[in-house]
């Protein structure tokens, strides 16, 4: 039984590797696939991570927040899933904690997230 289990974990350990890393307050744009009929369509959301739940594991989540139209939107995705068809990492942001529910109380510059500042390396 644990053979079957080491397989499973190993085969999600590979849909795992191909996105790239992230973590709270990071800005990414998820790619998801939509089915709306017999027709399939890529949207894709964009928005601040406020938080990401069992790391590492096969029930790993990660919740990204939006403002659209004056109106917070949050969405939550399994790291594991076949809807998901690409993560883009925009910018990553300087935090001090791993969960930013702050974020919803807080408009405009208040809710802004410093970008971390990257040195790059020749």
């Known amino acids: 039984m644990s053979e079957l289990l080491k397989i499973v ?3 999600y350990k590979d849909v795992r590797s191909k996105f790239p890393s992230f973590k709270a307050g990071d800005t990414i744009n998820v790619h998801v696939k ?3 009929g017999n027709k399939e369509r890529i949207q894709q959301f964009q928005g601040t991570v ?3 739940k069992n790391p590492n594991t096969n029930g790993e989540t990660f919740t990204v927040r ?3 139209n004056g109106v917070g939107v949050e ?3 399994p790291i594991i899933s ?4 690409q993560i883009e990492l ?3 942001g300087k935090v001090r904690r791993a969960r930013l529910f702050y974020l919803r ?5 208040s809710a802004k997230i410093k970008e971390k500042i990257r040195v790059k390396k020749d």
């Open 34 to 36: 939509i089915t709306e």
């Open 90 to 92: 925009l910018r990553e």
């Open 50 to 52: 406020i938080q990401r």
């Open 75 to 77: 969405r939550i995705f």
């Open 66 to 68: 939006k403002v659209s």
């Open 105 to 109: 109380g807080r408009q405009g510059k």
């Open 9 to 11: 974990e190993q085969e």
């Open 82 to 85: 076949p809807a998901i068809e």
